[in-house]
């Protein structure tokens, strides 16, 4: 009788476990699409409201995307990644579809790693957790290198005055 009630059980393990990976899983996959939470710390002073923030590539290669000297004007939120359907794309095999997002919150840019295979480093250090960008911090995604610059000040209502493509500065 007893072996008849261990196996029963043993027959739900499986099903338990697979439940529960599978929750992990779901669980992931909301935080990867609703984005982070809030930066723990935010300096004040950063990028006032009425400047933007920019990303110059420094070392795209020959042939390359982007390439080097490329400048993003960052609006809201921005995708890094290799997919194409990210705001900005790194054809570089060592960064991640899904990369690495900048959002703006009040005077600040913050960076965060979305849980990339690669990390994401500030300054040579690899980010755990979203920090807080400054005017000269270097982004290393995989191998690719960006610079931010602080950007354009926009007009009076909050807009920019324009939006700078790739290539241009």
Not at 89 to 108: E, F, Q, T
Not at 130 to 154: A, C, F, N, Y
Request: net charge positive; proline share 5%; with cysteine.
């Amino acid at each position: 009788m007893t072996s008849d009630l261990v196996i029963a059980g043993l027959r739900y393990i499986p099903l338990f476990l697979l439940s529960l990976f599978s929750i992990f899983v779901l669980k992931y996959l909301r935080q990867d699409y609703t984005g982070p939470g809030n930066a723990k710390a935010f300096l004040s002073g950063s990028f006032p409201s009425n400047t933007l923030c920019r990303l110059l590539v420094k070392n795209g290669g020959p042939g390359q995307r982007p390439a080097t000297g490329t400048v993003f004007t960052l609006d809201g939120r921005t995708m890094i990644g290799r997919d194409d359907d990210n705001h900005i794309v790194l054809l570089d095999p060592y960064v991640s579809s899904r990369h690495a997002l900048i959002w703006r919150k009040g005077d600040n840019y913050c960076l965060q790693d979305l849980s990339s295979t690669n990390g994401v480093f500030l300054n040579e250090k690899r980010i755990g957790e979203p920090v807080v960008l400054k005017p000269g911090d270097v982004i290393r995604l995989g191998g690719t290198l960006l610079v931010v610059e602080r950007g354009q000040e926009s007009d009076s209502l909050g807009c920019k005055s324009s939006r700078l493509g790739p290539g241009e500065k």
